[in-house]
C-alpha cells in the first residue's frame, strides 16, 4: 500500500518526521468497498474515521419515512465519519455508502487517542480538519436559508465539479434540500432565470 496521498494530506497542516510517520502508519487500517457498499449504518457504533485514498463516498441520512438526505461526500484526499458518534462513541446517526468501488485508510477511536498522546501535534491537524468540517456545513446551512435552489446548485457545481461527475441527479437533489424533478427543472431552465 502506497501511503504518499494521505501523508501529503496531513504535511498540509502539520510536519512529521519518519518516525512519527511510520507510527502514525502503522495505526491505520486498509478497507476495500464495492459500489454501493456500508461503511457504516444508523445505530451502528462509529468506531472509526476514515480518509478516501480512492473512489467515492456519501454520508446520508435516513428519517422515518425512508427518504433519505444526503449530508456530504467524500472524494479522494477527503476524511469522513459521523463525527458526532466517532467522538461521542454513540450509535451512528447517518448512514456512509460507497458510490463506486472505493479504497480507504480507517482510523480507529482508540488509536487516534493513543495518537494524540504519542504524536501531540495530531491534535492540531484534526482540530484544523473538524474546524474546516464545521465551517463548511455552516456555510452550506447559510446557503440553504438565504439562497434559492439554483444559486445552490450552481455553487455546488463550482465547488465540487467532480463529485458532481460521480453522483445521481437525485442524490445531488438530496444534498440541496430539493426534489429531483425540481432539479431537472434547474437544469432545463435555458433561459437564465432564477427559479424560486
Known sequence: MEYDIILRNISKHISLDKQEAAYFISLLKEKKVPRKGMILREEQLCKEISFVVSGALRA???DKTGRQST????????WVTDMFCFINQQPA??????????????LQKEDLDQLYIKVPKF???????????YIRE????IQTLSLSAEERYRIFLDKYP???KLVTQKQIASYLGITPEFL????ANKAGKTIS
Open 60 to 62: 446520508f441520512y435516513l
Open 71 to 78: 449530508i456530504m461526500f467524500a472524494i479522494p484526499d477527503w
Open 93 to 106: 446517526m447517518l448512514n456512509i455508502e460507497a458510490l463506486e468501488d472505493s479504497l480507504l485508510l480507517q
Open 123 to 133: 491534535e492540531r491537524f484534526f482540530r484544523i480538519i473538524m474546524q474546516n468540517a
Open 138 to 141: 455552516q456555510l452550506r446551512v
Open 162 to 164: 467532480q463529485v458532481a
Open 184 to 187: 431537472s427543472m434547474i437544469r
